[in-house]
């Protein structure tokens, strides 16, 4: 029965004379997900680079009406997929009114609710919840107690009168309290062994039974968990008897290349900018970002087994902008691009997303070894060959090109003046005649000619200049 902020109804008589019917949350999601794929629609949005991987996968699952465990490592949007789950119930839904565990109407679970619709029959009050009150989620870290999960005696309650073996001394866990819903566990094997025994029922039973108490409480539940895979044997373990017990495990995973990385490192910046300086970052400096990201993955000098998360490409790009706001702000230029000098200020925003294995190297190294493997690939994919031999040329006369993050967009535009063997490579390079723009394809086509051993780079303070290579090849 559809129902909206305005018209619901307000006791269990009218939905029933309505001919509403409940069902299990599981079978409300199946309902659901299967509306999704037949309307062509996504289970869950904003998942970039799971299209025919994981979600298939996902989709298969909730139409099995399965319980799920998401494996992979950190930064694969675990626990967005779990988040984004919520989507998938129904907008409203009936319970008993002052429920503290959502009880269906029809089949109240709890004592308040099984004497409240006793008393009142087609009477009893009924509050409407929206889906975001059906989700739970919880953190799971070594102190987590049965009591957080399942409920303990509220010593209030006793405390007002109550006997200690009335049910309604309880105070019910957060799996209690979804209820008719989805709740989902972070990180999983970081929960103690024997908390995790207090999930056993809740995943095959489907009921809770709080200590010292002989109620049993028939939940109904749809849990959804985390965990990295070297969370088995590092911090803690998930107990063979609660594996077994999911009925999905889906394996996520990092994007499988450079334009899916891009993809999800601007879905994901959060830019909030400045008022004096706009920023513009073109394709071929985003390009950079997301090939260091995937040079990480690759490299035997940084430490896969515990991954390269996607957070170091959004932190990477976060900080790229930073930097060209930061000169913008400097130099007094209301528009600005990043250019490849702005490149060293990644080395703050990757040194603590990437653990090493070397030990010969250092960070700075390793971080500008990527950020020059990145670029060169990046250089050779954008900028035609054929286009660059004039520029090499012009520079056989001794002349010297200089960069820098002090220099105004002007100096680069009289660098082009005097350099016309640039203008054709740059200009393609720019796509615009926005002195920034040119002055950002400058430093690129510049630093790849280097990198490609056609051109001498000299650093100065805080910048370089660019010379032709002599003719001894040095």
Known sequence: MAATSTDRP??????RAAGWRSRPVKQEVRANVAKSIAAGRPVVDGMVGYDD???????????????????????????????????LLDEWLPIVAGSEILDDPYHPVSRYARDLVETRGDD??????????????????????????????DPVKVAEGRYLADELT?????????????????????LAERIQVGL???????????RGYKIRLPLDVMLVASANPEDYTSRGRIITPLKDRFGAQIRTHYPLDAEVEEEVIRQEAQLPGVDDVKVDVPPYMAAIVANISQLARQSPQ????????????VANYETLVAAATRRGLRLG??????????????????????????LDDGEEDIVGRLTRQALLSVFREAVEPSELARAVA??????????????????????????????????????SESAVALAAATELVLEGLHLSKRLNKYPSGRGASYRARRSDGR
């Open 53 to 87: 991987t994981v979600l298939p996968a996902l989709e298969n699952a909730l139409l099995a009406g399965h319980d799920i465990i998401f494996l992979g490592e950190r930064g694969q949007a675990k626990t967005r997929l779990m988040r984004s789950l919520v989507s």
């Open 170 to 190: 309880l105070h019910y866990g957060l799996v209690p309290r979804t209820n008719r819903g989805i709740f989902s566990i972070n990180e999983l094997p970081d």
């Open 124 to 153: 009893c009050p009924v509050e409407w919840v929206g889906r975001e009150q059906r989700f739970g989620e919880k953190l799971a870290t070594p102190d987590t107690s049965i009591a957080d999960l399942i409920g303990e005696v």
């Open 10 to 15: 307000s006791n269990l008589g009218e939905p």
């Open 333 to 358: 230029e209301s528009e600005a691009v990043p250019r490849v000098t702005d490149l060293t200020a990644l080395l703050s925003s990757t040194a603590g997303k990437v653990e090493l294995d070397s």
């Open 394 to 431: 012009e520079l056989d006369d001794g002349s010297a090109i200089e960069v820098g993050d002090d220099l105004p967009a002007s100096a680069y535009v009289e660098a082009l003046r005097q350099h016309p063997g640039l203008r054709a490579p740059v200009g393609r390079l720019a796509g």
């Open 200 to 210: 056993l029922n809740v995943l095959e039973e489907r009921d809770v039974q709080v």
């Open 302 to 313: 940084v430490n896969q087994r515990s991954g390269v998360s996607v957070r170091l490409g």
